[in-house]
C-alpha cells in the first residue's frame, strides 16, 4: 500500500473505520443469497447474516446490510485470527479495510482569482498553438467561456443548450450530502431519497450534495436567474452517503451504490474520494456489477494535484476502478484545472473524460440558494447530466453510453492523461 498523504477536507488520506471489506468471488453469487451468507457466516462467526435481499424494515435508515448480495461485498468486524483466515480463503478475491470517504471540493468561490484563470488560459493557448505548429492536432483553439444571464460557462461549453433532450426518463442518482428538499429550484420533481448516514437525514447542509445535483439535474429556469441544471426532466434519486461532515465509510457509499441501481437509476453520480494509488476491488466489483445492468458510475477523479508547484496527482479510489468513469476538471479557458489529479500507472487509473469544474454555479441550500464552486466535484455532475441526456436520445446503457460519451468528447490540446478523451459534450460536435 501507499504511504497516505496528509488529510484535509480537499485532501483526503486514508482514514479507517476498523472493518473490513469482504469482496466476494462470482460463483458465490446468484439468483439468491445462499452461498453468499453461508460464506460470510462462516468467516465472520455470525450466526445470522443480514443481507440486502432482505425485506426492508419500516425504518429504512436504520438497515444496515453485512452483505451487499447484489455488489458481491460484505462489511464485517474481523480479529486478527479470522482476518488471516478469510485473506487465505480462496471464495473472496480480496480483504480490504474499510476507508472513510470525503467530497472532492475545494470549497465555495474555489480560491481562484483572476490572475489564476488568465494564467491557465494562457497555458492553454500555447500548448494548443505548439501542437499545432508541430502538425499533431486538428483541435480547435480552446474558447473561452463565461458566465451569462441566461446560461453557466459550463453548459456553454458543453453545448447542453444546443440539444433538445431533457432527461426525461432516465433515473440519475447523485449519492453525496444529499438534497436540500425545500429548495424551490427542485420543486414538483421527481426525487426519490434514502439516507446512509446512521443518525442524520437526507437534507443537506454541507451544501456539496445539493450543488452536484443542481448540476446534474437541476431546473430548465430556476428562479434565481442563469440555468445551471442540465438533464432538467430526469428522475432525481438523493442517496446521503457522507454525513455532514462530508465524510462517509465505504460501507454506506456501497450499501447507497446497490439501491440506486435496485432502484432504477441509469446513471450514478459520485463527486467523493481518497487519495489512495492503488484500485478498490470492492468499488470495482460494484462498477462491473453496475455496468452487467446497465448503469454507469461516474466518479470525480480527485483533487490531490498542485499543478502549479509540479504536482499533478493521481486519481485516487473509487474514480480509479477500471469500471468506474474518472472525470477531470477543466476551467473556463478549457485549461486543466490545478487541482485536478492526473492519470496514474494502476490499471484503471486514468482520466476517462473532463468536465467544467472550476468557478461552477450551481443550487444551494436555502436561504442562500446558488454558489460558485470549484473541484472535480463539480466536473463530475456535468459528466452525469449530459450522459442522461445522451441516454435519452440514443438509449444507450451501461458500456454503450460509456462508450457514447467519450466518442462525442471534444479533443483538447492537453494530454489525454489529464482529460481522457476530452471535454464532455451533448452535441456530440
Same mark, same amino acid.
Given at each position: 500500500?501507499? !504511504? ?32 453468499? +451468507?453461508?460464506?460470510?457466516? #462462516? ?11 432482505? &425485506? ?24 486478527? $485470527?479470522?482476518?488471516?483466515? &478469510? ?8 480483504? #480490504?479495510? #474499510? ?23 494562457? /497555458? ?48 440519475? /442518482? ?30 443537506? @447542509? ?23 441544471? %442540465?438533464?432538467?426532466?430526469? +428522475? ?20 447507497? %451504490? !446497490? ?24 468499488? #470495482? ?6 455496468? $452487467? =445492468? ?29 469500471? %468506474?468513469?474518472? @472525470? ?25 473524460? =473532463? ?23 463539480? /466536473? ?18 451501461? +458500456? $454503450? ?6 466518442? =462525442? ?11 481522457? /478523451? ?8
Amino acid at each position: 500500500m501507499t !504511504e497516505p498523504r496528509p488529510t484535509d477536507t480537499d485532501r483526503p488520506g486514508a482514514t479507517f473505520t476498523g472493518r473490513y471489506l469482504l469482496v466476494l468471488g462470482d460463483d458465490l453469487l446468484g439468483d439468491d443469497d445462499t452461498a453468499a +451468507r453461508t460464506c460470510v457466516r #462462516e468467516l465472520t462467526g455470525q450466526a445470522e447474516i443480514t443481507s440486502s435481499r432482505d &425485506a426492508l424494515p419500516l425504518a429504512p435508515s436504520g438497515f444496515h446490510p453485512t452483505l451487499l448480495a447484489r455488489l458481491g461485498v460484505a462489511v464485517a468486524e474481523l480479529d486478527p $485470527d479470522r482476518l488471516r483466515a &478469510a485473506r487465505a480463503d480462496r471464495r473472496l478475491l480480496a480483504v #480490504e479495510p #474499510e476507508r472513510v470517504q470525503r467530497t472532492l471540493g475545494t470549497g465555495p468561490a474555489g480560491g481562484l482569482s483572476a490572475e489564476y484563470l488568465r494564467g491557465f488560459a494562457d /497555458a492553454a493557448t500555447f500548448l494548443r498553438d505548439r501542437a499545432v505548429a508541430a502538425g499533431t492536432t486538428d483541435a480547435p483553439a480552446p474558447a473561452r467561456f463565461g458566465d451569462t444571464d441566461q446560461l453557466t460557462w459550463g453548459l456553454q461549453a458543453t453545448g447542453v443548450d444546443a440539444v433538445p433532450e431533457t432527461g426525461a426518463g432516465i433515473g440519475v /442518482a447523485v449519492l453525496d450530502t444529499g438534497l436540500d428538499l425545500d429548495h424551490p429550484d427542485f420543486a414538483g420533481r421527481d426525487i426519490e431519497s434514502r439516507s446512509f448516514v446512521d443518525g442524520q437525514q437526507v437534507q443537506d @447542509v454541507k451544501g456539496h450534495g445539493t450543488h452536484c445535483a443542481g448540476t446534474a439535474c437541476g431546473p430548465l429556469t430556476p428562479g434565481s436567474g442563469r440555468r445551471y441544471g %442540465i438533464a432538467y426532466e430526469s +428522475r432525481i434519486l438523493i442517496g446521503k452517503v457522507l454525513g455532514d461532515d462530508g465524510a462517509g465509510a465505504d460501507a454506506g457509499i456501497l450499501e447507497g %451504490i !446497490e439501491w440506486a441501481i435496485t432502484s432504477g437509476a441509469q446513471i450514478i453520480s459520485m463527486s467523493l474520494g481518497v487519495d489512495l494509488d492503488e484500485v478498490s476491488a470492492a468499488y #470495482e466489483n460494484a462498477g462491473r456489477r453496475a455496468l $452487467d =445492468a446497465g448503469v454507469l458510475i461516474i466518479a470525480a477523479a480527485g483533487n490531490n494535484a498542485e499543478r502549479s508547484a509540479g504536482d499533478a496527482g493521481f486519481v485516487g479510489v473509487p474514480a480509479n476502478s477500471p469500471s %468506474i468513469m474518472a @472525470v477531470g476538471a477543466v476551467d473556463a479557458a478549457l485549461a486543466i484545472a490545478d487541482f485536478s489529479a492526473a492519470s496514474s500507472a494502476v490499471d484503471g487509473g486514468q482520466v476517462d473524460i =473532463a468536465g467544467p469544474g472550476v468557478d461552477v454555479h450551481s443550487s444551494w441550500p436555502m436561504p442562500q440558494r446558488t454558489e460558485s464552486t470549484s473541484g472535480t466535484s463539480m /466536473a463530475a455532475p456535468h459528466v452525469a447530466g449530459i450522459a442522461a441526456l445522451l441516454s435519452q436520445r440514443t438509449g444507450a446503457r451501461g +458500456r $454503450d453510453l460509456w462508450t457514447g460519451l467519450t466518442q =462525442a468528447a471534444q479533443r483538447l490540446p492537453l494530454p489525454s492523461g489529464d482529460v481522457g /478523451a476530452g471535454l464532455v459534450r451533448a452535441s456530440g460536435s
